[in-house]
Structure formats: structure tokens, C-alpha cells
């Protein structure tokens, strides 16, 4: 089945910097890799999205690239606010299948 | 659109008795609807996923007697705890996929914590 890994566990970074959550999935048949956000006491809420034909997604401050050959995808989120402090999973799905997560970043942004 | 919601959102009940979280599609028709668990600080953990008129489908190591899951109509599915024990104390989280919609996309609910004394 598929795995899939993601790092850091932990990210810790001042207002105004970037952030960049990194994951990696084994099953080469993965074709969706969405990212969640989750902040506490709630469900996780999708924030981005990225299909296999497509190398890089951008929406407004945050951004997934993917590369396939490599097998890893990562989260770019620029110009971090406190409101992003949260946690976010990734996670790699093929078609009707079922999602696997990543273990989750805590993001902590200091204001 | 395509919200979820869960209810209760948090719940407390006493060791040995039952307990039924619902889940339902608020704006669209979810043939399948995933049930998850997650302890503190860790990630999601499928337990079952259940398809609207059929019996769930339940993760290894799950137990199905226990957790039992209806899924009776195209906007509600049900997670019932039965004879709940301090070990069953967990945030329970539901999503579900549109019936007309993506393959690949889920909405998740807000969450239901529950507390077993």
C-alpha cells in the first residue's frame, strides 16, 4: 500500500517568512495529493490541491509543487500570518481510493 | 458549498454505555462517507468507510462490533460506540465525497470529541 511521509514534524517561523512542508509516497499510482489544514479542536479543511498531470499550483500565498519522478510534493506557503499557525497533512490518494496522510507539521508562526 | 456536518460536536458519557455521533452532507449527496479517529497530536486513522445502502467496510484492527456504521441514506451516516471505555475516548472525524462530484475529493466535519468516564 501507499506511504507517505512528511517533514518536519515541527515548524517554527517569524510573521513574513516562508514555510515549505515537505512529503514524499511510495505507490507510483498516486495521482491526487491534497493538503489539509487543521487547526485545533476541528476538521481538516483542504486548502490546495494537485493532480499528477500538473507540476506546480499556485493560490494566492500558498503553492504545491509536485514532481512525480521523484515522488515528492511539497507546501509553500509565503508571507506567513499567525492565522496559518495550524497543523497540515498531506496526503496521496489514486482514484476512489482512499487517502493516505502524513503524520502532520505542527506550523507555528510568531507574530 | 459541500459542507459536512457532525453532531454532537463533543460528547461525555460513562464507561459501559453507547453513543452515536452523526454525520451528514449538508448541500450534496455522499454515496461514501469515511469515518476517522485521531489521538493528540497525531494523524488521521481511517477505521471504516461506509457506501450509502451497504454494510462499512472496515479497517484491520477495527472492530466492527463495536463501531457500528450505518450509512441509511445519501446525507447521514452514523457511528454508534457501543459499551464505550475510557480507551474509546478520541476526536472522531467524518468526511464524505460527492456522489456527482470528484473521485479524489473529500469534506471532512468539524469533529467529534468524545470523553468516556
Known amino acids: 500500500g501507499e506511504n507517505v511521509e512528511q517533514h518536519p514534524s515541527t515548524l517554527s517561523v517569524q510573521e513574513g517568512d516562508s514555510a515549505v512542508i515537505k512529503c514524499t509516497y511510495s505507490?507510483?499510482?498516486?495521482?491526487?495529493f491534497p493538503w489539509y489544514k487543521q487547526e485545533l479542536g476541528k476538521g481538516p479543511q483542504l486548502i490546495i490541491d494537485?493532480?499528477?498531470?500538473?507540476g506546480e499550483k499556485k493560490d494566492q500565498r500558498i503553492a504545491v509543487t509536485l514532481n512525480k519522478t521523484a515522488k515528492h510534493f511539497s507546501l509553500h506557503i509565503t508571507e506567513t500570518q499567525p492565522e496559518d499557525s495550524a497543523v497540515y497533512f498531506c496526503?496521496?490518494?489514486?482514484?476512489?481510493?482512499?487517502?493516505?496522510f502524513g503524520r502532520g507539521t505542527s506550523l507555528i508562526v510568531h507574530p | 458549498g459541500a459542507v459536512v456536518s457532525q453532531h454532537p460536536s463533543w460528547v461525555i458519557c460513562k464507561s459501559g454505555t453507547s453513543v452515536k455521533i452523526e454525520c451528514r452532507s449538508l448541500?450534496?449527496?455522499?454515496?461514501?462517507m469515511f469515518w476517522y479517529r485521531q489521538f493528540p497530536k497525531q494523524s488521521l486513522m481511517l477505521m471504516a468507510t461506509?457506501?450509502?445502502?451497504?454494510?462499512?467496510?472496515?479497517e484491520q484492527g477495527v472492530e466492527k462490533d463495536k463501531f457500528l456504521i450505518n450509512h441509511a441514506s445519501l446525507t447521514l451516516s452514523t457511528l454508534t460506540v457501543t459499551s464505550a471505555h475510557p480507551e474509546d475516548s478520541s476526536f472522531y472525524i467524518c468526511?464524505?465525497?460527492?456522489?456527482?462530484?470528484?473521485?479524489?475529493?473529500?469534506?471532512f466535519g468539524p469533529g467529534t470529541r468524545l470523553t468516556v468516564t
Open positions: 494537485i493532480r499528477s498531470n500538473v
Open positions: 468526511s464524505a465525497r460527492d456522489a456527482v462530484g470528484s473521485d479524489y475529493e473529500q469534506y
Open positions: 448541500d450534496f449527496q455522499a454515496t461514501t
Open positions: 496526503a496521496a490518494l489514486v482514484r476512489s481510493y482512499i487517502p493516505t
Open positions: 461506509s457506501n450509502e445502502g451497504s454494510k462499512a467496510t472496515y
Open positions: 505507490d507510483s499510482a498516486s495521482n491526487y
